[in-house]
């Protein structure tokens, strides 16, 4: 019980945190302040081209509202988490990527090699990927 109350207590303190979005480069781009090739903006998520692209396709898809990391996701946040997801597989139609497969890959944290700290998808393919990972 306390032990729950706790972990309750760590991801409302991080997500009141995560509030501060000035310096977030993914903020800046939701919200137009920083350019990017957006390629799906809607409601509650933005997709847009990653400037380092590892294969044919590779497109970010980030919540517009900044959540830190999924290390932060509170229950709330499941309809979200979902609807990214239909984003990416829709996205991956779009681009022609669905048949032949694709991956799906969200980093956490610095092991994880999370390197921007607002949520995100990568959705990556147009190329047989790579193995193994980690
Ligand atoms: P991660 O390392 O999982 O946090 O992924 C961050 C990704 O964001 C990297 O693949 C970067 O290339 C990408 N990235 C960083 N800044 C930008 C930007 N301004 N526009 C598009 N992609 C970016």
Redesign the pocket.
Known sequence: MLKAFAIHLHSHLSRIRSKMTDSC??CK?VSNE?G?EIVHRDEQVTA?????S?APT?I?IVPNRHIESVGVLASEDEQLMGHLFTVARRLAEKEGISKGGYRL???TGAN??????HL?L?LIGGQRMRYPMG
């Open positions: 480069i993914f781009i920083t990017a847009f081209r990653d400037i380092h590892v590779h970010l890959i969200t980093n994880g090699g999370q390197t921007v700290f995100h990568h």
